[in-house]
């Protein structure tokens, strides 16, 4: 099985055992989830532009962390040996996705893309360094091996350099590992599409200074996930307000048209 497959199969599950909040029509119209949905859902499935991807960095960073049941140190949910990163689904459909995950000290996403997908991944805890590629020459059937530049590489805390966007291009082969144990906000547009747009994990090879070959491997034996029960505000719930703001709309739209 596909290992990316695999890993949204064990989120689902434990989406279905979540203590997600219902909230009142107060709290949903307060929330600071809205505005993300709002935009996400607006792009039918579309990739974000550089300007909607700057808007959705500022909504990340205004992200209250309680709504989404994210306001404590991670650190209490391994209770034993920190070798699994945790994750946790707060929604998805076809054309979004927004999920949590959760990384032990030393712990390190492999090598990924998300191809043709933009979004933006948010620290809400501990501390990470991450590193990104561009590609310079990608796999095909015929040729096995690719070529990628380094594009850039930092740290983010909650306080300094915050939100990490992904884009289409530019750095969208990655890695992130936890300095610290770590809390990620993760939105991604479109969502993953494993006929159409696969994700793949990579090995890659230092040619140059600042140039590596890139592979695809089947799996990384050492990326090992768990699953935490979503406790924050319903993203359902967002979601069909958004849906109904859609449809009133568009139906106002048809009526002005008349």
């Not at 607006?42 to 959705?56: A, M, P």
């Not at 404590?72 to 689904?89: A, F, H, M, R």
């Not at 360094?129 to 990608?138: A, G, L, V």
């Amino acid at each position: 099985m596909n290992s990316n497959r695999a890993l949204v199969q064990t989120r689902k599950l434990f989406w279905r055992t979540s203590r997600m909040i219902t909230a009142t029509d107060e709290q949903l119209h307060k929330s600071t989830l809205l505005p993300i949905f709002r935009l996400v859902y607006n792009q039918h499935g579309i990739s974000l532009n550089t300007q909607q991807l700057k808007t959705l960095v500022k909504l990340a960073e205004n992200l209250d962390s309680g709504e989404i049941g994210c306001a404590e140190n991670p650190s209490p949910l391994w209770k034993g040996k920190k070798d699994v990163c945790l994750w946790t689904e707060i929604f998805e459909c076809e054309d979004f996705c927004l999920n949590i995950f959760r990384m032990p000290a030393g712990f390190s996403l492999p090598v990924h893309d998300h191809p043709e997908m933009t979004g933006v991944n948010t620290i809400l805890h501990g501390r990470i360094k991450h590193s990104s590629y561009t590609w310079q020459e990608r796999i095909t059937k015929e040729n096995k091996l690719g070529l990628v530049a380094f594009e850039k590489s930092g740290e983010s805390t909650p306080t300094n350099n915050k939100c990490i966007a992904t884009q289409t291009e530019a750095g969208n082969v990655h890695t992130l590992t936890a300095l610290e144990d770590t809390t990620i906000f993760q939105v991604l547009c479109p969502n993953y599409d494993f006929d159409q747009r696969s994700c793949s994990f990579f090995a890659l090879n230092q040619m140059k200074e600042n140039l590596f070959q890139i592979k695809k491997i089947n799996s990384a034996d050492d990326y090992l996930c768990g699953g935490v029960p979503y406790s924050g505000i319903s993203g359902k719930q967002i979601f069909d307000l958004v849906a109904s703001e859609s449809l009133v709309q568009t139906s106002t739209h048809h009526k002005s048209d008349r």
